[in-house]
């Protein structure tokens, strides 16, 4: 593909997670995504064939660009739980965030396609941010800073409870304070004090 080929595909992505975000993946036709795009309903074809396909690269490209945004943030002597707690926070963010985020789409996107385990992004995120939490947790826990005793059931903790609160920030909603609360549990159990 030539650049101008990635160029078009990029904005063709990045206008169709505006679409997303604004309408959710299931009331999301090609047709949406052609009218946003400003191009011909051919021209989206030469690109994608589906809208399934284009929401799958936009979740690829969305987790790209988080993994960078988190690692940009990342000072060169942080300790381990410096590195938790920019996580944490950056989690935070992101769950009291009511617009402007792919919550709605994804889960609309995996309850109604049928995406064969290998393909599923979502469980690849989970399960490597449990590796890299567990990781995290080992290392806290070698420098003395931190305190556990099973690291893989405490990082897989971690991220249930996570996305269990982004999926009430989407649905019953919760205040900052609760995420807060739940946030301090978490670092408290670790034995972190605020």
């Not at 090609?30 to 396909?53: N, Q, W």
């Not at 926070?89 to 009291?96: H, N």
């Not at 995996?110 to 080992?138: G, H, T, W, Y």
Request: aromatic share 8%; charged share 30%.
């Amino acid at each position: 593909m030539g650049e101008k080929s990635l160029q078009k595909r990029k904005y063709i992505l990045e206008t169709a997670r505006k679409v997303f975000m604004e309408k959710g993946y299931k009331n999301v036709t090609m047709k949406d995504i052609v009218d946003a795009c400003e191009i011909s309903r051919g021209g989206l074809y030469l690109y994608f064939g589906s809208t399934a396909e284009i929401f799958m690269e936009v979740l690829r490209m969305e987790s790209l660009e988080t993994d960078d945004v988190f690692s940009d943030n990342i000072s060169k002597d942080a300790t381990a739980a410096d590195i938790l707690m920019l996580f944490l926070k950056e989690q935070k963010k992101e769950l009291l965030r009511k617009n402007g985020n792919l919550t709605v789409a994804t889960y609309e996107f995996f309850f109604s396609e049928e995406i064969p385990k290998k393909e599923n992004i979502l469980r690849r995120q989970f399960d490597s941010a449990v590796k890299i939490m567990e990781k995290l947790i080992d290392a806290g826990v070698q420098s003395g800073e931190l305190y556990c005793g099973n690291s893989r059931v405490t990082a897989r903790n971690i991220m249930f409870v996570l996305e269990g609160l982004k999926i009430s920030a989407q649905t019953i909603g919760v205040t900052p304070e609760t995420v807060d609360e739940e946030l301090a549990y978490i670092l408290q159990g670790l034995g972190i004090e605020e």
